[in-house]
């Protein structure tokens, strides 16, 4: 169980496996896998078995019903299902890794018994982010809606030096435009446009916000966080 109180000690994949090895029956219930890019078929909710992110990205779609779908991106650390609001999710979820990933099967009622109900909440907490992002998103021109998805990809990177940050490497101009729902060609003239004021470069293997300052400004002035 949660046994010294505190959240920091599942701040992490790296942390959350290392308590979970502190029982003896660890490897009997937990399990890596290392998996290439691409879609995984096999992905599923109703084994009770629970997927920990140790390294990689992977998005996953989930299906909110009347035709609509919810992107979600995942990164170490993250769990694509979460036994708090296991019984809201369809029992497929299409999921694509997006680089190479190393993640841990976990027995459901292992975890359960190791792990406490905080962790959960909080990962609860991000799974209710994304369907507000995903709301707010609904209501935008499709222009804001590639400006609001950079916004979301820049999470996930890592910081080159003072306003200057790499996105993650999967970062490229189809799998923006799909995640913004918008096309192809539109989101590279979008992009275009950003290179021109040197806000973004997109000329090496990983992407680069060249001005994070100048992005936000762009942000505010469109109102991407003011929607209706």
């Known amino acids: ?11 992490s994949a790296s942390s959350i496996i290392n308590s979970l090895k502190e029982d003896a029956d660890f490897h009997q219930y937990c399990i890596q896998e290392k998996l290439k890019p691409g879609p995984l078929n096999h992905f599923s909710v109703v084994n009770n078995i629970f997927y920990l992110i140790e390294s990689g990205f992977v998005i996953g779609s989930r299906n909110m019903g009347f035709g609509e779908q919810l992107p979600i991106l995942l990164q170490p650390g993250d769990f694509p299902y979460l036994p708090s609001y296991i019984e809201e999710l369809p029992p497929f979820m299409e999921c694509e890794a997006l680089t190479e990933v190393t993640w841990w099967k976990i027995d459901r009622s292992f975890f359960q018994k190791i792990i406490a109900n905080d962790l959960l909440t909080s990962r609860l907490a991000k799974s209710e982010r994304n369907i507000q992002e995903h709301a707010l998103m609904d209501r935008m021109h499709p222009e804001q809606r590639i400006y609001f998805s950079l916004h979301i990809m820049m999470q996930l990177g890592s910081e080159v030096k003072a306003n200057v940050l790499k996105l993650p490497v999967f970062v490229d101009v189809e799998k923006l435009a799909a995640y913004a729902v918008t096309s192809i060609d539109y989101t590279a003239d979008i992009l275009q446009a950003l290179q021109e004021k040197n806000i973004i470069s997109t000329e090496k293997t990983s992407w680069v916000i060249e001005d994070i300052t100048a992005f936000h400004t762009l942000l505010e002035s469109e109102n991407i966080f003011a929607q209706p």
Do not use: A, K
């Not at 169980?1 to 701040?11: I, P």
């Open 1 to 11: 169980m949660f046994r010294n109180g505190t959240l920091e000690r599942f701040s």
